[in-house]
């Protein structure tokens, strides 16, 4: 992430309403009250803040979960939202503050899965986020995997959609089938249509050209590489070109 969200944050002409517990937050950063979304005089507002505040949020929310915050998980954090010098403070408080508030993470949950119904997606790169800051110190522990657990049922995900995900992140049966989201009796023609799709969906130009910010273009490509050594497994066990 560089400056640009921070300056629609911080600046004085913010005008642009979140509403809700993520808009609470972002104006605490802010300094300004926004006003909720509906009825705003100010216009939508714009999808990466909502996208980048509600990832902070939510990273700052599992860092509490279990009470430790390594220095590994420090620098996932700072990989998968990225800020030059001059954004971090802001970055910093926004993390802070979302450790401290009254809210809790269900309704920083429920607020991004309202405001991203109709783009499961961008809810998946959220998760697939959480997983790389949960992952950094070498394992998920058990509160971080509870509330990993929590947040994709927030989201809508059923328990084989989690294990797909997860399947991304963490040795379960190491199976890259179930990173495909497939069967192992799929056949080839499946295990091919499956690939392309699942490409086509992660692919970081596709979240450039949908103008999100560079944290959902840094998620979608680590995305893209596990379902690529995936699927490469799949084809040389098969024979597949």
């Known amino acids: ?35 909720d979304r509906e009825g705003a005089p100010f216009g939508t507002t714009p999808r990466d803040v909502v996208f980048t505040t509600g990832l902070v949020a939510l990273a700052a929310k599992m860092a509490k979960s279990d009470g430790v915050v390594t220095p590994s ?20 408080r926004l993390f802070d503050l979302a450790k401290k508030t009254t809210s809790g993470f269900e309704a920083y949950a429920r607020q991004m899965a309202s405001a991203f119904h109709d783009e499961p997606a961008l809810l998946e790169d959220v998760l ?3 997983f790389h ?48 989201g497939l069967e192992p009796e799929a056949s080839d023609s499946e295990v091919k249509a499956c690939y392309r799709k699942l490409v086509a969906e992660s692919h970081p ?27 490469d497994r799949i084809a040389a066990e098969r024979g597949l070109r």
Request: no cysteine; aromatic share 6%; proline share 3%.
């Open 133 to 180: 800051i949960a992952k950094a110190d070498g394992a998920i522990h058990e509160a971080e995997e509870h509330y990993l657990h929590a947040v994709a049922e927030i989201f809508g995900f059923d328990e084989a959609a989690f294990r797909r995900i997860a399947a991304r992140h963490v040795s379960l049966a190491d199976d890259p089938y179930l990173v495909l």
């Open 73 to 92: 998980e420090v620098e996932a954090f700072g990989r998968v939202v990225q800020v030059d010098d001059g954004a971090r403070a802001g970055v910093v």
């Open 128 to 130: 697939d986020g959480l």
């Open 205 to 231: 130009d596709r979240a450039i050209a949908r103008g999100l910010p560079p944290e959902a273009v840094a998620i979608t490509t680590r995305r893209l590489a596990a379902i690529n050594a995936a699927y």
């Open 1 to 35: 992430m560089t400056s640009g969200i921070w300056g629609k944050l911080g600046g004085v002409g913010l005008g642009m309403a979140v509403g809700g517990p993520l808009g609470a937050l972002a104006g605490g950063v802010a300094g300004h009250f926004l006003v």
